[in-house]
């Protein structure tokens, strides 16, 4: 019975392995519920009118070298952005929406002094006629 | 040796069931890199500036009536907000943040005329000093 026994005990510990991988890649069912959740996330939002004397080559150049930014600058924990779509005509003109994540505080703060967001405030800011920026951090 | 067969088939069984679930409880890693996201989201994005005269409470009771909608407008398929806390100066008076998310257009538009909606624009209309909306199809 002894190669038995070692068969079902490596077979336990490979279970046990697997079984602790899923337990730590399953997000906690508490946090998405009543409890608020346990990672909050800092938001920041930036809306953009370009000027009338933009060119569409103009604004999608700056499209191109805002989405370049993760890459470039490691604490960017998400991004995504996209033009305006909605019908109901209170956009104060904004078109473009580009919508940035942060782990932290200290993340944001190193993100605006950034050579390489220094580069695109210098690209982006001759087309700007209008900005709005907000941070937030996340609550359900 | 047939115990000991049994036991190895039951533990291999039991390896596989898990696996299988660790494997489809895994985001593709091709949706996250160079392709586009399958998957879309069309945000929405509200901010408040509210008037002077509105006090503390009135604010309090405004975030409480849209905090509430996801659970009586099911079409709302993902909800945060929050009050910024941008450093930059860049915010035009705004202060507070939503961030709603729906899966189609056809939702949105079922959520704009909603009776539990306009309900909250009754609410929150006699504090608005400013709003800005913007929607947008997210875009990596």
């Not at 200290?106 to 210098?122: M, N, S």
Request: hydrophobic content about 45%; overall charge neutral; proline content about 7%.
């Amino acid at each position: 019975m002894s190669l038995c026994f070692l068969l079902s005990c490596r077979a336990g510990i490979l279970l046990a392995f697997v079984m602790a991988v899923v337990v730590s890649a399953t997000p906690s069912a508490a946090a998405s519920a009543a409890e608020p959740a346990a990672v909050r996330t800092l938001r920041h939002v930036v809306l953009f009118k370009f000027k009338d004397s933009s060119t569409p080559a103009d604004v999608a150049r700056i499209v191109e070298a805002f989405r370049g930014l993760p890459q470039r600058i490691p604490v960017i924990k998400g991004f995504e952005w996209g033009t305006n779509v909605s019908p109901e005509g209170k956009a104060e003109g904004f078109t473009h929406c580009f919508f940035v994540s942060f782990a932290t505080e200290a993340d944001r703060d190193a993100y605006l002094p950034h050579p390489a967001h220094k580069e695109f405030v210098g690209i982006v800011g001759p087309h700007v006629d209008k900005v709005c920026v907000v941070d937030y951090w996340t609550q359900p």
